[in-house]
């Protein structure tokens, strides 16, 4: 089974739905993080949290909100979808503790088509 | 912000070496990370470089130069699974959170 889950890994939605990618995490790391990916685009960070009850926003936060239920768990939500929100999405986690170099750990992507 | 420039694409042959070159701008700069990603896929940690120099990792090996803004990835006896996007990730501030690059697209070829 893989360290770091998302569901669900496909989607394809309508313009004005609302949406939730959900990622658990088996790793026991305090740090997540939400990616999108587009082509050309390289990797783009929406949000990320350092613990359960921190919650800070990326480079591209507009139009998506995050929930960090437990340590393992980190949801992304759109709550009205359009369609430039069409892209593939990346889950990661990465451990904090001293001594670690800080990689993250990607989950398999969830690609989201909005029509 | 970062500003980080990396080549689109770069084509090999099996067997050979090739050199990815990344510069970048950043300010309280911290490391950088190289990671791989094959098409469809996750992108899989390769390197980190805190310090200036050459660390080498079997057929892969980073360098960094701090006071260049420059890092480089060698890949040696190229093999054709190593055809993938290679991601250069400079960390900067207290967060040590990697910006990507666009990434290169690296075609092994036989």
């Known amino acids: 089974d893989a360290d770091v889950t998302q569901t669900p890994r496909n989607r394809i939605t309508k313009t004005g739905k609302r949406i939730m990618l959900e990622c658990s995490q088996t790793?026991?790391?305090?740090?997540m993080y939400w990616y999108r990916q587009d082509p050309g685009l390289g990797l783009r960070l929406i949000y990320y949290s350092f613990d359960v009850k921190d919650i800070n926003k990326g480079e591209i936060s507009d139009g998506y909100s995050v929930s960090r239920q437990a340590q393992a768990k980190f949801s992304l939500s759109l709550e009205s979808a359009i369609p430039n929100q069409t892209a593939l999405y990346f889950c990661?986690?990465?451990?904090?503790?001293?001594?670690?170099?800080?990689?993250?750990?990607f989950g398999e992507g969830s690609r989201l088509t909005v029509l | 912000g970062q500003n980080i420039d990396q080549p689109t694409e770069m084509t090999a042959t099996e067997g050979a070496i090739v050199q990815i070159n990344c510069t970048y701008q950043?300010?309280?700069?911290?490391?950088l990370f190289w990671y791989q990603q094959h098409a469809g896929e996750a992108p899989t940690f390769l390197s980190y470089n805190v310090l200036d120099g050459l660390e080498e990792k079997g057929r892969f090996s980073s360098f960094l130069s701090r006071s260049k803004g420059y890092s480089y990835l060698l890949l040696k006896e190229l093999q054709m699974k190593d055809s993938a996007s290679y991601l250069c990730?400079?960390?900067?501030?207290?967060?040590?959170?990697?910006?990507f690059g666009r990434g290169t697209s690296l075609i092994v070829h036989p």
């Open positions: 990730a400079p960390c900067s501030g207290g967060s040590y959170i990697p910006t």
């Open positions: 950043t300010s309280g700069f911290n490391g």
């Open positions: 790793k026991g790391h305090d740090r």
């Open positions: 990661a986690t990465s451990d904090s503790g001293q001594g670690n170099t800080g990689e993250l750990f």
